[in-house]
Nanobody, 121 residues
């Protein structure tokens, strides 16, 4: 199971750190990702990290502003979001899948409940 937290209301230019707690067994061949969905839009990839090797990737809009990280000992995945923009407003979901890195949300098997991020201008 995945439990996301850390969302909230922040002004443009501000920061938030999202957390995702994973319960149950994890392995080095797990990929953890963050996705977001705004009203009327499809769920989109934000960032992902492989649990074992720490290989990570970002969507273009998140590069240089967001940082994904994991704490293997605590089974936690984080998304540090800096320089937030109004267009970052969305429900953010953490997700996980066994196997190889991918950005496709349909390939993730496990999803958290989502946490709302609202960025005011």
């Amino acid at each position: 199971q995945l439990q996301a937290s850390g969302g909230g209301l922040v002004q443009a230019g501000g920061s938030l750190r999202l957390s995702c707690a994973a319960s149950g067994r994890t392995s080095s061949r797990v990929v953890a990702g963050w996705f977001r969905q705004s009203p009327g839009k499809e769920r989109e990839f934000v960032a992902a990290i492989t649990w074992g090797s720490g290989i990570l990737g970002y969507t273009d809009s998140a590069k240089d502003r967001f940082t994904i990280s994991r704490d293997n000992g605590k089974n936690m995945v984080y998304l540090q979001m800096n320089s937030l923009r109004p267009e970052d407003t969305a429900v953010y979901y953490c997700a996980a899948k066994p196997g190889d890195y991918t950005r496709a949300p349909d390939e993730y098997d496990y999803w958290g409940q989502g946490t709302q991020v609202t960025v005011s201008s």
